[in-house]
């Protein structure tokens, strides 16, 4: 039996006629009696009364005109989600990221997402740049959006470089640098600063760390806070001066705070991560998705 001889005898159950079903499906009619007999055969039952007065279904016809109804109509369903799922319209997308530096361009990425695949179930994952890289790595995570880790070079997972984000300080509104365009690294050797911990993002605090040594100073930290927002409340209550992106400024910083760009400039990048030998087509839709966005400046445009 194959799913040609259940479309046959559906068609002759629904026209109750060989002959009107043998030109709605265009063959033989003689080919098309043989087919019914073929699975009559293989069910081992009669399914159509016939002579040439009557035509009618058998008990067992009838019941399977029914089943064979609900067998076209899921495998068109599979075949249709079959068909969604390998254009990336269907499945599940595991996406990692961290806090701030998506921000600005996050909801809005994922709402065009959503809009073009409304199929794929999305599952977000808020977590440090070190707890991301090994999501991907190990396969729980689909794809995610972090900072690059040291020594990362030779791993197996794939980079796109997003963005190069400037550090700058967060000052208080009446703090006397908050009324500068900008100011020195070297200006900063006397300044407590507030400086997100290293266990929670590594290639922030390195670069930070490597900026002031090359200014010819080791840094006065305050405090090593494990959130950017813990930063933020730190430098509101005068414990110090914080340093961050400027997609921390454009964000999420308080209205009586103030962002002041650092000069010579220093960049910390954001990076999309994953697993070149992920095929699922939702991963590769959304890489496609983000590669649209960075060709049509679309990322920072809120922002900038």
């Given at each position: ?84 799922t390998a254009k990336g319209e269907e499945g599940e ?73 400037p550090l700058g300080i967060v000052v208080p509104a ?21 400086v997100l911990a290293r266990r929670e993002g590594v ?102």
């Open positions: 039996m194959d799913l040609r001889h259940l479309r046959y005898f559906q068609a002759v159950a629904e026209e109750m006629s060989f002959s009107r079903a043998s030109k709605r499906l265009h063959i033989a009619q003689p080919a098309l009696s043989r087919a019914v007999q073929e699975l009559e055969r293989d069910i081992g039952t009669r399914l159509i009364d016939r002579n040439r007065r009557t035509f009618a279904l058998t008990p067992a016809g009838a019941v399977l005109l029914t089943e064979t109804g609900l067998i076209l109509e899921r495998l068109e369903e599979s075949l249709r989600r079959v068909r969604r997308l595991r996406l990692g990221y961290i806090g701030p530096p998506t921000q600005p361009f996050l909801g809005r990425l994922l709402h065009d997402y959503r809009r073009r695949f409304p199929k794929v179930s999305v599952h977000l994952e808020e977590r440090t740049p070190e707890r991301v890289w090994e999501m991907v790595a190990k396969g729980r995570l689909s794809v995610a959006i972090t900072r690059p880790l040291p020594g990362q070079g030779g791993s197996s997972l794939s980079t796109l470089l997003l963005r190069n984000e009446d703090h006397p640098l908050a009324e500068k365009k900008s100011v020195t690294w070297k200006s900063l050797a006397q300044e407590p600063l507030i290639g922030l605090h390195d670069e930070i760390l490597s900026a002031c040594r090359t200014a010819g100073f080791t840094p006065r930290i305050a405090y090593n806070p494990s959130l950017m927002g813990t930063v933020l409340s730190y430098v509101e209550s005068g414990a110090g001066l914080g340093i961050a992106t400027d997609s921390v400024a454009a964000t999420s910083m308080p209205a009586g705070l103030r962002y002041v760009s650092v000069t010579p400039e220093r960049t910390v990048p954001l990076v999309m991560v994953w697993n070149p030998e992920d095929l699922s087509p939702p991963v590769k839709a959304f890489r496609d998705l983000m590669n649209e966005w960075l060709t049509q400046d679309k990322l920072w445009a809120a922002k900038e």
